[in-house]
């Protein structure tokens, strides 16, 4: 696929990593340009891009970025797209935003009402990088890590669902991405590296 990544950081600069190793066709880049990409680039074969060449051409485009930064990204841009969310709302660095606060809304729904048009898809949140980098396994590994994924549009739900397969973990269905709650932080899955009985036992059991 074509892949689009916005942000370079730990989670964005891994999936780039990875998915250039399995052969997508990668473009990355970030709110400091092209230029500071050049090592990332280099290494893996990914293109470095503008925002606008980024997202453009992409099948499919990871956000991955501090949730304050998501009301700046262009909706028009990305209207159409299998948008992934890999996001997380940390109060402490992205300050107080009152529907994530009181949790009125689900961090995925509020990007989704930000960047509207897109098919949003909650996934890749619930695991750390290095873990991301080093612990895909083959279907049926006994230590497999599953990682839920959350959306209302069902093609692209399977879109995403495929590669976290092509990746080497286990998609669990997380449901909607007013459920996507459930695998936010402070939550059961969250960090846990569970196996997929133990993801959707970790998401029936998580309390709001």
Known sequence: MKIGIVGSGHIGGTLTRRLTALGHEVTVTNSRGPQSLTGLAAET???AGTLDETVQGAELVVVAVPVKAVPDLPAALFDGKVVVDADNYYPERDGDIAELLDRSLSSSRWTAEHLKGARVVKAFNTIQAPHLMDNGRPAGSPDRIAL???????????????LVEELGFDPVDGGTLDESWRQQPD?????ADRDADGVR????????
């Open 45 to 47: 074969g990914a293109a």
């Open 201 to 208: 036992q970790g998401l029936a059991h998580a309390r709001p």
């Open 148 to 162: 839920p994924v959350a959306g209302d549009d069902a093609q692209a739900k399977q879109v995403v669902m495929e």
């Open 187 to 191: 939550t059961p899955v969250y960090g």
